[in-house]
């Protein structure tokens, strides 16, 4: 039994999602693990992580819509409020969303279905540095 | 230490919840584990995984009619919607609830609380064949 | 490779979040783990759990202020209501967040960003006691 460990950057440009999959497979790749479960853990509060469709653009802009209307950018409805009326929002579609991931490998790869994609989701106006743990542990 | 992993798959019936926890239960015990941690994956992103109350059927329905209410069919809402009304609303679904569940094995048995179960929640209106990978690790 | 399990019990006192990182963090030395995961996992389908900002209790005030907001306590709206009006939004608020996380460890330490901290979010009006599993896993 091995376990391998890393920490990635990801660049975000605003809101919406960021694509990590290949990332992902290329560290489940280097650790050389044949059988075994990859956790994706975030370091943030205000991005988050998510496994969506990889196929159609489309669902990622209707997912960002989504949580706009969802989660109202009212400053009136909100204490915490001194960091930008984004901040407290960001951190409800955080909740709302995962922190962390478990993803079995079988045969040396993740077991993600034909249209599954790893998406880092900001949820902030601007863009950030996003932290994101990888571990991995197997034969 | 020792690993044990699997291929599921679970007919649903159109929007609602699969109890999948006996079928979780048989595949912990053929691991041999006794300590460990069992994760439980789904490999599609419009259907999803819950751990939820096992004794009343009405919170399965009220769950489901909740999703009903604060996920709306509206297709003007979305641009995703080729595949039909209920595609997009499926995919949120999907990002409010889970994809992972990890679970920790205690005696040979998941640590589950008396009311808990684990489901399979189908988000389209037809039913499909979803495929739930499950990897245990331990001693 | 080693594992380490325990059962932890947080009393809560009615809607609102519980910081229990200091509570993980001990069970983490308590391991000996210095790489590895750590598995936290609440058995109860009323309360659930979450990572999020530890710095300004505003915001948790701000998250258990939209989760009234988001589920309706309106008893009209639920077939489930033996249990008073509160239960069947608490499942749901259970639904929308988490009950399981998993933590990569490193150097003896959990990887949680500066500004994370782990919380059990009661979302019943009376106080419980809450029972979190936890799990490592590494060496």
């Given at each position: 039994m091995k376990q391998h460990s890393a920490m990635l950057t990801v660049s975000t440009k605003g809101p919406g999602l960021v694509d990590i999959t290949h990332e992902a497979e290329r560290f489940v790749a280097q650790s050389g693990i044949g059988e075994g479960l990859l956790t994706v853990f975030i370091r943030h509060t205000s991005a988050s992580l998510l496994v969506q469709e990889n196929a159609d653009p489309d669902v990622l802009t209707d997912l960002e819509n989504f949580m706009r209307r969802a989660v109202?950018?009212?400053?009136?409805?909100?204490?915490?409020t001194t960091e930008g009326p984004d901040d407290m929002p960001a951190h409800i579609r955080s909740a709302l969303t995962q922190t962390s991931l478990s993803i079995p490998v079988q045969s040396g790869r993740m077991v993600l279905g034909t249209w599954q994609a790893i998406y880092v989701f900001e949820h902030r106006d601007r863009g950030h540095n996003r932290e994101i743990a990888l571990h991995a542990i197997g034969i």
């Open positions: 109202a950018r009212d400053t009136r409805l909100y204490r915490h």
